[in-house]
């Protein structure tokens, strides 16, 4: 899995918002490894083809737009990151039209197997925490920790509007809670890959939990093994 010896993986799956994000985070930092958030690769895929004008619904449209796609993946301060044909995409990652679409674009298969390439090969790099739908299930089957973060719907809407209140100054919970449940759907649903419990997963309720409480359990966990 990876060139270094004693590397290891920690994978963090589970629906949005359930604080896989911000826990995934944190907890590399504590473990000093490298952090990877896959999503932000789908997410990065996504905005392209908003900025092409590409259907997502159509897939070979997508698939075509992704062979053309110069990607540079590198790591900063413990951190993967990636441009796109030269571009940084990190501050539209989490734009209105990218997280609309982000779900139809993850449920080809075509493109999920370009990004599971892709992020297999983070692993030369050296021991990283990754979060994401499929990494304890198809990206790192055998990684040495994984984890399974979830809360409930309406803490996760509350969740999410609260960063969207954060970084957009706007956001209806109504609306929050819908557009989540809609994203669910389609990741737990779609034939490659869905979101479900990986195998040998430690399943973590984080509904009451702090974000701390959260990210100790894992360094606890992971330092004791
Ligand atoms: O932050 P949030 O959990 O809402 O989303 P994310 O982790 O950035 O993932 C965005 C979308 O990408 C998900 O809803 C999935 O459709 C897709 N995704 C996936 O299919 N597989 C992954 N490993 C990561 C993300």
Do not use: C
């Amino acid at each position: 899995m990876s060139n270094k010896v004693d590397a290891f993986v920690v994978a963090v799956d589970g629906p949005s918002a359930s604080g896989k994000s911000t826990v995934s985070r944190e907890a590399a930092k504590a473990l000093q490894v490298m952090y990877v958030d896959s999503g932000a690769m789908y997410r990065g895929l996504t905005w392209k083809a908003v900025r092409e004008g590409v259907d997502v619904k159509n897939a070979q449209a997508v698939i075509d737009m992704m062979g053309g796609v110069n990607w540079e993946i590198f790591v900063e301060d413990l951190i993967l990151r990636f441009t796109i044909d030269g571009d940084d995409p990190t501050d539209h990652l989490r734009s209105e039209p990218v997280r609309e679409r982000v779900a139809d674009i993850a449920v080809i298969p075509e493109v999920r197997q370009f990004m599971v390439d892709r992020l297999r090969e983070t692993a030369t790099f050296g021991s990283l925490v990754m979060e994401g739908r499929d990494i304890g299930s198809v990206v790192f089957p055998d990684a040495a920790f994984k984890y399974y973060l979830d809360a409930d719907p309406e803490e996760r809407a509350r969740r999410r509007h609260l960063e969207l209140l954060e970084t957009e100054g706007k956001g209806n919970v109504d609306e929050v809670l819908n557009s989540l449940a809609r994203r669910d759907k389609i990741d737990s649903t779609r034939a490659t890959a869905p979101l479900q419990i990986p195998l040998g997963a430690v399943v973590i309720n984080t509904t009451a939990m702090s974000i701390e409480d959260v990210v100790q359990r894992i360094v606890a966990d992971v330092n004791g093994r």
